[in-house]
């Protein structure tokens, strides 16, 4: 098993976006690694589609999964299971991420890229090409975020995004943290059990069932980089057992829970994803 990776977040400035940047289901952050060091990150999966920007200089950073490698502008699609990010020496990098609704209206057809990490100009063409030239050269993260604000906004505009009842059932797993049944979903939206899977995965590129996972697993990560033990975690997660928990961040990290819990990438999602987290986890009652 390979370490989680090594990053000396000191040396790492975050920028955000102001809520006039900002678009529904789209968030974005900027990072600059100003210490001429190894970059070797973890990244962790979540329930996002992932777009990175690589604005460095010279080789910049290299993106591996499964022993495909890429560099520059790339996207990160769901599940991509063990993905490292490596590199040397200073840099800039936008990294983007697309709520599964969003991302089937800003790429396309996110079935083609679950599970993979493929350059940006392979889903966009020569478009990611000039979005690119762009970005590098504004003056500021401020005139970045703008600029990818613009692009987003038009292709959210442009394309047919997810069937409302699609939407519904994305959002309601998301609020669930992965806990709500298919069939209540299915009961919720008004459509039988087998339209919901057929819809959801043909537009998100992923059945209810794998979001949920999903979901609950990065809940979970997330709790588990908070310092809490496994047996708390798989507990308030809703998982069977502390196995079962396992058996989860192995399928969607390559990881053991205890290196997920020191894998430096979520240990700033406080600071460059500023949204809610939960409470410390209350003991559960036996039989639940």
């Not at 000191?10 to 955000?16: C, D, H, K, S």
């Not at 920007?53 to 599940?79: I, M, P, Q």
Request: hydrophobic share 45%.
């Amino acid at each position: 098993m390979r370490p989680m990776g090594t990053l000396d977040w000191a040396g790492v400035e975050v920028a955000l976006p102001r809520l006039s940047d900002r678009l529904p289901g789209v968030s974005m952050a900027g990072f600059s690694h100003r210490a001429r060091a190894p970059v070797d990150i973890a990244m962790v999966a979540h329930p996002s589609v992932t777009l990175f920007v690589d604005l460095s200089e010279g080789d910049g950073l290299t993106y591996d999964v499964g022993g495909r490698h890429e560099r520059g502008a790339v996207v990160v699609g769901l599940l991509p299971g063990d993905v490292r990010t490596t590199g040397r020496g200073a840099g800039e990098c936008l990294q983007i991420r697309l709520e599964p609704v969003a991302a089937a209206a800003v790429l396309g057809s996110p079935s083609d890229i679950c599970g993979l990490v493929v350059a940006l100009d392979d889903v966009w063409g020569c478009a990611a090409e000039r979005a690119e030239a762009r970005l590098r050269a504004a003056a500021s993260w401020d005139e970045r975020f703008a600029i990818a604000t613009k692009i987003l906004g038009r292709r959210l505009v442009a394309r047919r995004p997810a069937d409302p009842e699609v939407a519904q059932a994305w959002r309601r797993t998301r609020a669930s943290r992965g806990r709500v049944r298919i069939d209540r979903l299915a009961d919720e939206v008004g459509w039988s059990r087998k339209r919901l899977l057929s819809r959801f995965r043909s537009q998100l590129g992923i059945t209810p069932k794998r979001a949920a996972r999903l979901v609950r697993f990065d809940h979970a990560a997330h709790l588990l980089a908070a310092g809490h033990s496994a047996a708390t975690v798989a507990a308030a997660s809703g998982y069977v057992d502390q196995s079962h928990l396992h058996r989860d961040v192995k399928e969607f990290s390559g990881q053991t829970p205890t290196a997920v819990a020191a894998a430096a990438w979520l240990a700033i999602d406080d600071v460059a994803w500023p949204i809610p987290r939960p409470a410390r986890p209350r003991p559960v009652a036996a039989g639940r």
